[in-house]
């Protein structure tokens, strides 16, 4: 009875310790983040050592405690998104998911298909977080309306569910079916879908890349919004002039090791060096709202919080009320343009931002596929905008999104498509 | 029966002798001093009446899932279903609720019985069809999650309503500690009762189950219904700890995550022996309260969040292994020579 004991505590541990990699924090936890990151990989090529990329003052300037995390900061890159923001974007105001910033189009001639009724083939990443289900609801809606034309006949599709060989393995099984007209891919990670990508270029198939990058540009088009640095930026640069010099900003982040939640985040402390603000620190949440009402009540018990920083919207809310009910003012606060978020922001009234991340990428790549099969061309790497949401066009956001669901994304472009908005209300 | 007594007997003397360091619910409660001092000389304002209450705020769901994980403990088996099950009920409920005031009764009473359900599918699984409880509650974890993935699509929708948030984030308002939360008040209440169930027949069968299964059911104890009860007691723990969580912070699409290992490491750091029949439920709320102040230690020294899950697999192995430390010792003379006995055949 006792050795059996012993052997059950023994299986016990085991146990806990696969059901804490299955479901703790650090791997699920990171889907939120990872979703939403994407874009650093396109510039892996140029990735430098930061000491070369030439430090300026606003690095020295900064408290040197919070520069820890420099390996995931290349000035250049940092720099050349900022000025993205300012670039007006080629293309259709009124269809952002088809502008593109400072394009450099690519032939697309060889690939063009006499006839209609291509297969259009995607190996998605996963669908675990609210960005990925808004975004792939978007991009199945874009597909039908080419299905209707009769560009697209058939759509196939394999989810990998964050898991990097599920995703190498399908797109080995759409090159060897060999009937895919076209191959969206929107990687799960960057250094380890590499191979695979180039994989299916070699096929000689069209290939589009969107959302994450992968270390290769043997792709037709690389698609995805500007980028982490800009992301952080606009959330750090809305608090450094709204607070006054010397208030107190708390920065909350989903988890540690994600690209481009570490651009994020690099940006600010970029900015927040730079600045008069204090910051109190950061804090990794995992994006539960119980841990981050937690950590910030637990903030507010030690002194006043007067900004709140955070890398992605998923519990902005939980944050706000920390405030609430400890009875504090309301934060100067830069969220997400996740719905939840914004309602309350509105509700309340708060001084707050929504940079976003932007979701109507997910239609483009379907743009992309058809452009290629017309023979038209396409740009090469494909940057789209992302220009947060302020107060003043909050309201007009919230409207057009009145009977979503609180988990959706306000810049989810796609009302005019056909099933809006069912389809993205009955999820 | 007599063997029952009599070893139950054996175990009161042994906790008694080691109270404080045989690793016992007294060692848990020196542990908790321990580190409430060490908060006191980092930050003294924890100890101000409005941050207690927040404290009681953020650890009761945690004290529930603890009383829940220690019924199935100690009689013998393992509830790794509990975190996953907190995350559906939470999703299951803003789905359902959707906003509306006046579905939240029925939703709070088809919760409950949705928790005792996966309880007893459980309990059942494991005794009748005799599946080991870790495979059983791994599969039910599995399930769970991956159900709710299925039914929202991979993100949850709808809202709770305001009156379902207010048993974690509500109060009543008071003078001094500013809000009396309402979590503290349904804490309170689930305390006494589990402290007076385990002194009932239920509870000392319950015991005498995990200590010794054929014993137990030689005695006339039905093993298989203690233990499917145990289940549904700790699914029904789960779906209060749901709504307390659910109202703290509502609707995140990581609701729940982990909660089934916190849970664990609270009740074994309580003293609690895995694979059952030692230990009390007042240690498996002291794990609990022990656990949440050494994440708010781990905050107020501004250590990474990241590092609590580091922190909770060497808790659990150092509990365990200390627990092992103790039963390995020989029995101490003054105990009852049939309790020996009977730990020594059990040995063999």
């Not at chain 1, 696969?18 to 990872?34: E, F």
């Not at chain 1, 509700?347 to 992309?368: C, I, K, M």
């Not at chain 2, 048993?167 to 500013?178: A, C, E, W, Y």
């Amino acid at each position: 009875m006792r050795k059996s004991r012993v052997l059950l505590a023994g299986a016990a541990a085991v146990a806990l310790a696969l059901s804490a990699c299955s479901t703790d924090d650090p791997d699920d936890a990171a889907d939120p983040g990872d979703d939403v990151a994407a874009e650093a990989d396109a510039d892996a090529g140029d990735d430098e050592p930061d000491d070369d990329a030439g430090d300026g003052d606003a690095d020295d300037a900064g408290d040197d405690d919070q520069r820890e995390d420099d390996d995931w900061f290349v000035r250049a890159d940092y720099e050349r998104q900022l000025a993205q923001r300012d670039i007006e974007p080629e293309g259709p105001a009124d269809q952002p998911w088809l502008q593109a910033i400072d394009p450099d189009w690519t032939d697309t001639s060889e690939f063009a298909a006499e006839t209609g009724d291509n297969t259009l083939c995607f190996s998605n990443a996963s669908v675990s977080n609210p960005w990925r289900v808004t975004g792939w609801i978007t991009m199945q809606q874009q597909v039908e309306v080419y299905q209707d034309s009769g560009d697209i006949g058939e759509f196939r599709v394999s989810d990998a569910a964050d898991d990097d060989n599920q995703q190498i393995s399908d797109i080995q099984t759409f090159i060897d079916a060999g009937d895919c007209d076209a191959l969206i891919i929107s990687p799960s990670t960057t250094a380890t879908l590499t191979p695979a990508v180039q994989a299916a270029c070699d096929s000689g198939v069209p290939v589009i890349v969107f959302d994450r990058g992968v270390n290769t540009d043997c792709m037709v088009t690389f698609i995805h919004p500007i980028g982490g640095y800009a992301y952080g930026a606009d959330a750090a640069e809305f608090l450094v002039d709204n607070l006054e010099p010397g208030a107190s900003v708390l920065a909350l982040r989903i988890l540690p090791g994600v690209d481009v939640l570490e651009h994020r985040w690099a940006a600010a402390q970029e900015i927040f060096g730079a600045s008069e603000l204090n910051v109190l620190g950061f804090e990794f949440t995992g994006g539960d709202g119980a841990q981050i009402k937690d950590q910030v009540t637990q903030y507010l018990q030690r002194g006043n919080v007067d900004g709140i920083w955070m890398d992605a919207g998923d519990g902005s809310v939980a944050a706000i009320e920390a405030f609430e009910d400890t009875g504090n003012d309301y934060p100067v606060i830069a969220g997400e343009d996740e719905l939840s978020f914004m309602r309350k922001w509105q509700e309340t009234g708060l001084t707050a931002v929504a940079p976003v991340y932007s979701n109507f990428q997910w239609r483009t790549p379907v743009e992309a596929a058809v452009k290629i099969w017309n023979g038209e061309e396409v740009p090469s790497e494909w940057v789209l905008p992302q220009e947060p949401i302020t107060e003043a066009d909050r309201d007009e956001f919230l409207d057009r999104n009145a009977d979503m669901p609180s988990l959706h994304y306000a810049k989810f472009g796609g009302e005019d498509l056909p099933g809006f908005p069912d389809v993205w209300q009955d999820r | 029966m007599t063997n029952v007594t009599l070893t139950r007997r054996g175990d009161q003397a042994r906790t008694a002798a080691g109270r404080l360091f045989g690793g016992g619910s007294g060692t848990v409660f020196a542990l908790l001093l321990l580190i409430c001092v060490v908060i006191s000389f980092v930050n003294v304002t924890f100890f101000e009446p409005p941050s207690l209450m927040a404290f009681a705020k953020t650890v009761a769901p945690l004290v529930l899932l603890a009383i829940g994980q220690y019924f199935v403990i100690v009689s013998g088996e393992l509830d790794l279903s509990v975190g996953s099950l907190v995350g559906a009920q939470v999703v299951i409920a803003a789905r359902l609720i959707d906003g509306e005031e006046s579905r939240t009764i029925p939703v709070l009473l088809l919760m409950i019985a949705f928790g005792a359900l996966v309880g007893l599918i459980n309990g059942l699984i494991t005794t009748l069809l005799k599946v080991q409880s870790l495979i059983t509650t791994l599969g039910m974890m599995l399930v769970l999650f991956g159900a709710v993935r299925l039914w929202t699509g991979g993100a949850p929708t709808g809202a709770l309503s305001e009156a379902f948030r207010q048993p974690g984030r509500g109060g009543i308002d008071l003078p001094v500690v500013r809000q009396l939360p309402w979590a503290l008040v349904i804490l309170v209440v689930f305390v006494v009762a589990a402290i007076a169930l385990m002194r009932s027949s239920y509870g000392k069968t319950l015991i005498a189950t995990g200590d010794n299964e054929r014993a137990a059911a030689y005695s006339g104890a039905r093993v298989w219904q203690v233990r499917t009860t145990a289940f549904v007691l700790s699914s029904v723990m789960a779906t209060f700890a749901a709504v307390l969580i659910g109202g703290f912070a509502g609707v995140t699409a990581q609701v729940g995550q982990g909660l089934e290992f916190s849970a664990i490491t609270a009740v074994v750091l309580g003293g609690v022996v895995l694979g059952g029949g030692r230990g009390t439920v007042i240690g498996a709320m002291g794990g609990a309260l022990t656990l949440q102040a050494l994440f708010t230690l781990f905050n107020q020294l501004a250590l990474p969040s990241t590092i609590r899950p580091a922190a909770q697999g060497v808790i659990i192995i150092a509990a365990v292994a200390y627990a092992a430390r103790e039963r390995s010792r020989p029995v101490a003379s003054t105990e009852p020579a049939l309790s020996r006995d009977s730990e020594s055949r059990s040995t063999t």
